[in-house]
């Protein structure tokens, strides 16, 4: 299992993406012993080689950001806290090493909504000529299960918007879900 989360500059399924972070996971043990390798990298020195691609930014989303706390909008800042920033393409190649080595095509992948980070992901691959290092089939939606009816709330760890922070918030908070809902 991996908990994906991006960044980006729209809520569409071209949107731009700003960042990356993603970790492995095993739903069915919670704490440090149940989260593995951790993914992250910054592409927003390359957004416009992802918009010659038609991918998009929305005025909308661009005004979001401004109004988010300084330690998301850290990413937009010139690179001094030592943050991976990557061409798009090597980031890419980069994922889907990460993901080889967690468990390759088979590995479930893990997104904030059916409609968002996966299929963002999904589709930036594809502008750049590039197979998804996943299966379609292996798609899982971690908003539906923490919408779920008694699973509960989750307190939330580091900084909001930073998709590595997001991503290891969401791995726990689904470790908390699968242990209220599959106890062993």
């Not at 967690?102 to 479930?108: A, F, I």
Request: include cysteine; glycine fraction near 10%.
């Amino acid at each position: 299992h991996i908990m994906l989360d991006l960044e980006t500059l729209d809520t569409g399924p071209r949107s731009v993406v700003t960042s990356i972070g993603a970790i492995a996971f095993d739903p069915y043990v919670s704490g440090p012993t149940g989260l593995g390798d951790k993914f992250y990298v910054e592409v927003v020195d390359d957004l416009s080689t992802q918009q010659e691609c038609g991918r998009t930014i929305s005025g909308e989303t661009v005004v979001w950001w401004m109004r988010q706390g300084q330690a998301a909008q850290q990413l937009f800042a010139p690179n001094t806290d030592g943050n991976v920033r990557d061409m798009t393409k090597n980031a890419l190649n980069r994922f889907a090493e990460f993901i080889d080595a967690n468990g390759g095509r088979d590995v479930q992948l893990w997104g904030n909504g059916a409609d968002f980070d996966n299929i963002i992901l999904g589709s930036l691959y594809e502008d750049f000529g590039m197979k998804k290092p996943w299966s379609y089939s292996r798609n899982r939606c971690f908003r539906t299960m923490k919408n779920l009816p008694g699973v509960g709330s989750f307190p939330r760890q580091g900084t909001y918007h930073n998709a590595l922070d997001d991503a290891f918030t969401q791995a726990q908070h689904l470790q908390a879900i699968y242990r209220r809902l599959f106890p062993r």
